[in-house]
């Protein structure tokens, strides 16, 4: 039973309705028709109006906007991020990862942020890049760097009349990349922690340095404080370095559940990578 249904394929109809009766947007309902279930096999019961978008074209696509950025529709599943080049590679590892192939295309990136879960998947590297969210009402468009539009567990910057359209990000350049998920299995697992990081280096020098947990704390945690640790140093500083930096990013990080294992488990994946940017060649490093 719902209290009231809306079905609509027009955005600008979406958006008078959100407008006029606070709809809740249903997307591809994974995270709300578990939420709201009753028992097996009987329909959920929502607390207010539902508004189903998952048909609204407007809010699909993968595209390089003209300022080179590239926008990520907000209907977009894991299963076509994980399937496009123009997609930063530390976005297409989470989405490549997330629950089993049946969840990979019915998710959405939407409702991935709106859920606002410390352990949803893409928020993750997408703050680790400095992603932003472009929500729209019927009077206003706005777009918010995702790590402010995420204010905690469940807790988003989302207006009453809004709707999120699509995710922005500008391509960071990186020499080395880093994603990890530890979950009890590889398919249809929630994340017990991710992480991802990233070094650039120019002439033998650490130029950027980024790292970015999931699932260990109320929300995505990046720590500037810590990635400052390693800015500015040479390529051969950087062993001698690795304790400041994963005791930092051990004070940065609060793991509610679980927190030794998360806390040696996330220091040991900082360790791991920050080891090879000492020793391997620069690229992607698989764990
Ligand atoms: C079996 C199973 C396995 C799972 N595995 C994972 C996993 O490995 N990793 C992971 O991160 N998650 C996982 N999830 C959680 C869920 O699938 C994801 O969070 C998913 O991305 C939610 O997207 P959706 O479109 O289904 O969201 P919905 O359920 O439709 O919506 C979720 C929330 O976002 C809001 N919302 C949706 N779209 C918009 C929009 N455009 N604008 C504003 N608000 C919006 C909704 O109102 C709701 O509050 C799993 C869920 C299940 C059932």
Request: charged content about 25%.
């Amino acid at each position: 039973m719902v209290e009231r249904c809306f079905v609509t394929k027009d955005l600008d109809e979406a958006l008078r309705i959100r407008k006029e009766t606070g709809a809740h947007p249903l997307a591809g309902g994974s995270d709300l028709m578990v939420q709201y279930k009753q028992g097996i096999g009987i329909t959920p019961v929502f607390p207010w109006p539902v508004m189903v978008i998952s048909g609204i074209e407007e809010l699909k696509g993968i595209r390089k906007l003209d300022d080179g950025r590239i926008e990520i529709g907000a209907l977009e599943t894991p299963s076509a991020i994980a399937a496009s080049d123009l997609v930063p590679w530390h976005v297409r590892q989470a989405a490549s990862r997330m629950g089993a192939v049946a969840l990979r295309n019915t998710a959405t990136i939407g409702g991935n942020i709106g859920n606002a879960s410390p352990k949803g998947d893409l928020p993750q590297p997408l703050i680790l890049l400095d992603a932003v969210v472009v929500l729209r009402s019927a009077d206003s468009v706005r777009e918010v760097l995702l790590d402010d539009f995420i204010r905690g567990s469940k807790k988003t910057d989302l207006h009453e009349d809004e709707l999120i359209t699509a995710i922005r990000i500008t391509e960071v350049p990186y020499s080395y990349a880093y994603y990890r998920k530890v979950g009890t299995r590889r398919a249809n697992a929630i994340s017990k922690l991710s992480i991802s990081s990233l070094v650039l280096i120019e002439d033998g020098i650490i130029k950027d340095f980024r790292a970015s947990s999931g699932a260990a704390g109320p929300k995505v945690i990046r720590s500037h404080e810590v990635e400052d640790l390693l800015k500015g140093h040479a390529v051969d500083e950087v062993p001698s370095l690795i304790p400041a930096i994963t005791e930092g990013w051990d004070k940065a990080i609060s793991p509610h559940a679980m927190p030794a294992y998360r806390r040696g488990t996330t220091a040991r994946a900082l360790e791991h990578f920050l080891s090879a940017v000492a020793t391997l060649p620069p690229g992607p490093v698989i764990e």
